[in-house]
């Protein structure tokens, strides 16, 4: 090797560390449970424009380290859930996919070196969350829309697109950026990338103001919340001295809520364990202090009866009838040993319907599309947190709000406790940690609001889908007819 094939291999080599350092140390901080949303969009900029001039395999492994090293900020936070060589599997499979949509956006590309492949990259992004939502137990979990909950006018693409034209934007930028440098001789494909993707943010962006400057119906609903994390050790108890305890400090704690004017007063998951021996018991106890105060109480419970353990809410009226919701998205693992529910609980709050879904329910498009349909002006949701996931958790369900055009009020023990409107403003919100006792009462507009993306479902998925395979389909073509050539 001579000296000058010598100083371009460690220029080369110097390139691809780079590369992935930066790439990887972006997406480290800007994704997982409390990255720093901004630094996302320019996470895969330099490793789309060492894509365009290195070889596919050196590629391919570039792109998978750095996400890699970017998934690595949730190694802690996994390695407390699952064994170390399920959460390595659990970080390379994004890696890999990440990988993947850089080798396709490279080929395309330079088949046809054109500024419209500026969509390919978000195209293939957005197709693949959507494939992995399907396919996964964990939902929409891990969506790069997550990082931009904090950016409310561009959350408003929710309302159309759902998460997924989020996405679409999240990595147009970037990759209009990377080719138009790579198109930078021929200047008018190069504007065209950059004037494009411009007008494209600009117009989302103004939309999402004009959405969030919108007056709505000033309808509303005192609604209180309660947590405490000092008793989550009695979930499992099936022993009447230990539970009755723990409901009837509950029970004071929904006084205290409804003497400051709360109407719907809404209690963590599973607080305490419930058995067949008492239940009717706990029941009694709840029912009478929802008459009592002539309020609605919303209660989550781990029913412990070992013919059918449920995860469950009951919801207690201040007409002494009670109504019961299952979970429908169950914990893999740690929830295995109950039976998903299919079904929805509406409650009538004379002007507007109410919805109830618990926790991991909100990670998934459903039930929240169903019960957008069934119009409904608010969502309760009994939920249960890892502490450290404790925004990001919340945050999603925020974004079904969003989607579907209702409120949530959100009650968490080892979580927050968060109250926001249909366009994803948080009204009211405390930490369960903050204190040995969390109440917190705030007013929640309840005025539904039907979306193009609660109508239509996934249409912008599928047209991402079809934008990718028509593109890659075009390249394959071309590649063959170049090939006989």
Same mark, same amino acid.
């Given at each position: 090797?001579?000296?000058?094939?010598?100083?371009?291999?460690?220029?080369?080599?110097?390139?691809?560390?780079?590369?992935?350092?930066?790439?990887?140390?972006?997406?480290?901080?800007?994704?997982?449970?409390?990255?720093?949303?901004?630094?996302?969009?320019?996470?895969?900029?330099?490793?789309?424009?060492?894509?365009?001039?290195?070889? *596919?395999? =050196?590629?391919?492994? &570039?792109? @998978?380290? $750095?996400?890699?090293?970017? #998934? +690595?900020?949730?190694? %802690?936070?996994?390695?407390?859930?699952?064994?170390?060589?399920?959460?390595?599997?659990?970080?390379?499979?994004?890696?890999?996919?990440?990988?993947?949509?850089?080798?396709?956006?490279?080929?395309?590309?330079?088949?046809?070196?054109?500024?419209?492949?500026?969509?390919?990259?978000?195209?293939?992004?957005?197709?693949?969350?959507?494939?992995?939502?399907?396919?996964?137990?964990?939902?929409?979990?891990?969506?790069?829309?997550?990082?931009?909950?904090?950016?409310?006018?561009?959350?408003?693409?929710?309302?159309?697109?759902?998460?997924?034209?989020?996405?679409?934007?999240?990595?147009?930028?970037?990759?209009?950026?990377?080719?138009?440098?790579?198109?930078?001789?021929?200047?008018?494909?190069?504007?065209? *990338?950059? =004037?494009?993707?411009? &007008?494209? @943010?600009? $117009?989302?962006?103004?939309? #999402? +103001?004009?959405?969030? %400057?919108?007056?709505?119906?000033?309808?509303?609903?005192?609604?209180?919340?309660?947590?405490?994390?000092?008793?989550?050790?009695?979930?499992?108890?099936?022993?009447?001295?230990?539970?009755?305890?723990?409901?009837?400090?509950?029970?004071?704690?929904?006084?205290?809520?409804?003497?400051?004017?709360?109407?719907?007063?809404?209690?963590?998951?599973?607080?305490?364990?419930?058995?067949?021996?008492?239940?009717?018991?706990?029941?009694?106890?709840?029912?009478?202090?929802?008459?009592?105060?002539?309020?609605?109480?919303?209660?989550?419970?781990?029913?412990?009866?070992?013919?059918?353990?449920?995860?469950?809410?009951?919801?207690?009226?201040?007409?002494?009838?009670?109504?019961?919701?299952?979970?429908?998205?169950?914990?893999?693992?740690?929830?295995?040993?109950?039976?998903?529910?299919?079904?929805?609980? +509406?409650?009538?709050?004379?002007?507007?319907?109410?919805?109830?879904?618990?926790?991991?329910?909100?990670?998934?498009?459903?039930?929240?599309?169903?019960?957008?349909?069934?119009?409904?002006?608010?969502?309760?949701?009994?939920?249960?947190?890892?502490?450290?996931?404790?925004?990001?958790?919340?945050?999603?369900?925020?974004?079904?709000?969003?989607?579907?055009?209702?409120?949530?009020?959100?009650?968490?023990?080892?979580?927050?406790?968060?109250?926001?409107?249909?366009?994803?403003?948080?009204?009211?919100?405390?930490?369960?940690?903050?204190?040995?006792?969390?109440?917190?009462?705030?007013?929640?507009?309840?005025?539904?609001?039907?979306?193009?993306?609660?109508?239509?479902?996934?249409?912008?998925?599928?047209?991402?889908?079809?934008?990718?395979?028509?593109?890659?389909?075009?390249?394959?073509?071309?590649?063959?007819?170049?090939?006989?050539?």
């Amino acid at each position: 090797m001579t000296k000058f094939e010598n100083t371009i291999s460690k220029t080369f080599l110097l390139k691809t560390i780079l590369t992935i350092l930066i790439s990887g140390t972006l997406y480290f901080f800007s994704t997982g449970l409390t990255g720093i949303g901004i630094l996302v969009w320019f996470a895969p900029i330099a490793v789309l424009l060492m894509a365009f001039n290195s070889p *596919a395999s =050196l590629v391919a492994i &570039i792109a @998978f380290i $750095s996400y890699f090293i970017g #998934g +690595l900020n949730l190694f %802690s936070y996994l390695a407390n859930q699952m064994p170390t060589p399920i959460v390595i599997l659990v970080l390379a499979l994004p890696a890999l996919v990440f990988s993947l949509n850089i080798l396709i956006t490279r080929y395309v590309f330079l088949k046809f070196r054109h500024w419209l492949t500026i969509f390919i990259f978000p195209a293939a992004w957005a197709s693949f969350e959507y494939l992995v939502s399907l396919l996964s137990v964990h939902g929409t979990y891990g969506n790069l829309a997550y990082t931009q909950t904090d950016f409310l006018p561009l959350m408003q693409l929710a309302s159309i697109t759902g998460l997924w034209g989020i996405s679409f934007v999240l990595t147009l930028v970037p990759s209009a950026f990377a080719i138009a440098w790579q198109l930078r001789e021929n200047r008018k494909q190069a504007a065209l *990338a950059i =004037l494009t993707t411009f &007008i494209l @943010f600009t $117009s989302v962006i103004t939309w #999402g +103001l004009f959405r969030l %400057s919108q007056k709505q119906e000033p309808l509303t609903l005192k609604v209180g919340l309660a947590v405490t994390d000092e008793t989550i050790k009695y979930f499992r108890t099936d022993k009447a001295n230990e539970a009755i305890p723990v409901v009837e400090d509950y029970a004071k704690r929904i006084d205290k809520l409804a003497s400051q004017g709360a109407k719907i007063i809404l209690l963590p998951e599973k607080f305490v364990g419930v058995a067949p021996d008492y239940v009717q018991e706990v029941y009694k106890i709840f029912a009478q202090t929802a008459q009592r105060n002539n309020v609605t109480v919303i209660a989550g419970f781990n029913y412990t009866g070992k013919d059918n353990p449920r995860n469950m809410a009951a919801v207690f009226l201040p007409s002494g009838d009670i109504k019961e919701y299952d979970k429908r998205h169950l914990l893999p693992a740690f929830e295995s040993h109950y039976q998903p529910s299919k079904k929805t609980l +509406l409650l009538d709050l004379e002007k507007s319907l109410a919805g109830i879904a618990i926790c991991k329910d909100m990670d998934f498009s459903a039930p929240s599309s169903d019960y957008g349909k069934a119009k409904v002006g608010v969502m309760f949701i009994p939920a249960w947190d890892f502490v450290k996931d404790e925004k990001l958790h919340s945050r999603m369900a925020v974004v079904r709000a969003i989607e579907n055009g209702f409120a949530e009020v959100r009650s968490a023990q080892e979580g927050l406790l968060t109250i926001s409107d249909n366009r994803g403003r948080i009204i009211a919100e405390d930490s369960s940690s903050k204190a040995k006792e969390i109440l917190l009462v705030g007013e929640v507009p309840i005025t539904a609001t039907r979306t193009l993306y609660n109508i239509l479902g996934d249409w912008f998925a599928f047209l991402s889908l079809f934008l990718l395979l028509s593109a890659l389909g075009s390249a394959i073509v071309k590649s063959k007819i170049e090939t006989k050539a």
